[in-house]
C-alpha cells in the first residue's frame, strides 16, 4: 500500500489546471460549432468577455502553479 505523498494544495492545482483545459477545450468546440451552424455573430460577442476570463483565470492558475512548486520544493 503506498501512502498519499501529495500535498493538499497540489490535488488542488492539478484539479484546477485539469478543469481549465476542459474548459478551453469545449470553448474551442463550441466555438467551432457556432462557426458550423452560423451563429459566428453571437460568438463575437462573447469572445471578448470568454478572453478575459480565460486569461484572468490563466493568470491565477499561473501563480498557484508557482506557490505550489516553491512550497512543495521547501517541504
Known amino acids: 500500500m503506498t501512502t498519499n505523498q501529495y500535498s493538499f494544495l497540489f490535488k488542488l492545482t492539478a484539479k484546477f489546471l485539469k478543469y481549465f483545459l476542459v474548459a478551453i477545450f469545449w470553448f474551442a468546440i463550441g466555438y467551432i460549432l457556432s462557426m458550423t451552424f ?13 478572453g478575459h476570463l480565460f486569461c484572468k483565470l490563466g493568470i491565477i492558475l499561473l501563480c498557484l502553479m508557482t506557490i505550489t512548486i516553491i512550497l512543495e520544493s521547501l517541504r
Open 38 to 50: 452560423g451563429a459566428l455573430n453571437i460568438v463575437a460577442v462573447l469572445l471578448p468577455f470568454a
